[in-house]
């Protein structure tokens, strides 16, 4: 009898499980696609901004500070975090980070969006970003496969410690 309403209680937490499994496989294939087209715009941002640079070293002959970058060229206060980030070379060359920040997790998984003035090549850590979202993924469905399982592991667990 006993294993027969394990049955029983195990079925609906089965489906929810597999329910669950299947909605985050969604939210991640969808989350992926959003995550690329985001990485797409932000090179073309940090492609725009770098076409920026150059013009306003031809203007006054050297390069901006990460202040001016943050206020988009205007007067601005003390900002305490920087999307932007000039870090410069010798001969008036830089390298160009845009910091981007997932919420996926909170602000752990952070990424940056690189342009090489010498190259003028951008370099995104695509590997990274695929590395956050199969991790992301291996966490939800070890939750996911707890509450498919929660009815078994708890009868096992129970009659463990009975027998103990």
């Not at 970058?69 to 410069?88: K, R, S, Y």
């Not at 952070?110 to 992301?136: C, E, G, I």
């Not at 399982?149 to 708890?154: A, D, R």
């Amino acid at each position: 009898m006993k294993r027969g309403a394990l049955i029983i209680v195990s079925i609906p937490f089965l489906f929810v499980g597999l329910f669950f499994a299947w909605f985050d496989f969604s939210n991640l294939v969808l989350d992926a696609k959003t995550t690329a087209n985001d990485t797409r715009l932000q090179i073309q941002r940090t492609k725009n901004r770098a076409l920026e640079i150059d013009n306003y070293f031809k203007e006054f002959g050297k390069l901006p500070t990460n202040k001016l970058l943050a206020c988009d060229w205007q007067p601005c206060p003390e900002h305490f975090f920087w999307l932007w980030e000039l870090v410069p070379s010798e001969n008036g060359e830089y390298t160009l980070n845009y910091i981007k920040m997932s919420n996926r997790l909170g602000p752990f998984f952070k990424s940056v969006v690189v342009y090489d003035s010498k190259s003028q090549t951008t370099d995104h850590d695509w590997f990274q970003d695929q590395a956050n979202v199969y991790l992301y993924a291996i966490f939800r469905l070890f939750i996911d496969m707890l509450v498919m399982f929660f009815p078994l592991v708890t009868y096992l667990s129970y009659k463990r410690l009975k027998h103990t």
